[in-house]
């Protein structure tokens, strides 16, 4: 059973700092692109950013390009998503997903998702 499991969501005042983390289990994920999105109270889920299954390409929203960054660990078979000066417009549900696709920034490219981790950020 494929699985993918975030973590370090929580509340954080404005400025602040979370790192989130997927650790995924279940199959093997060679070649494929992870990605995060989010989805806010009222609001559509969205695209956050993506990574190639090398790293070598990483693809972010202007919302948060400069203050967001994705990185992964293919031997622990874990993406993170380091989010800095966050902002309470950043507040929402973040998922990460794992895509057959070398990258992609459009949702139904993503064949698995994980749970959600809740981020809250106050002013």
């Known amino acids: 059973q494929v699985q993918l499991v975030e973590s370090g969501g929580g509340s954080v005042q404005a400025g602040g700092s979370l790192r989130l983390s997927c650790v995924a289990s279940?199959?093997?994920?060679?070649?494929?692109?992870m990605g995060w999105f989010r989805q806010a109270p009222g609001k559509e889920r969205e695209f956050v950013t993506t990574?190639?299954?090398?790293?070598?390409?990483?693809y972010y929203a202007d919302s948060v390009r400069g203050r967001f960054t994705i990185s992964r660990d293919n031997a622990k078979n874990t993406v993170y998503l380091q989010m800095n000066s966050l902002k309470p417009e950043d507040t929402a549900v973040y998922y990460c997903?794992?895509?057959?696709?070398?990258?992609?920034?459009?949702?139904?490219?993503?064949?698995?998702w994980g749970q959600g981790t809740q981020v809250t950020v106050s002013t």
């Open positions: 990574i190639s299954w090398s790293a070598g390409i990483t």
């Open positions: 997903a794992a895509s057959r696709d070398t990258y992609s920034y459009t949702e139904k490219e993503y064949d698995y």
């Open positions: 279940g199959r093997t994920f060679n070649g494929w692109a």
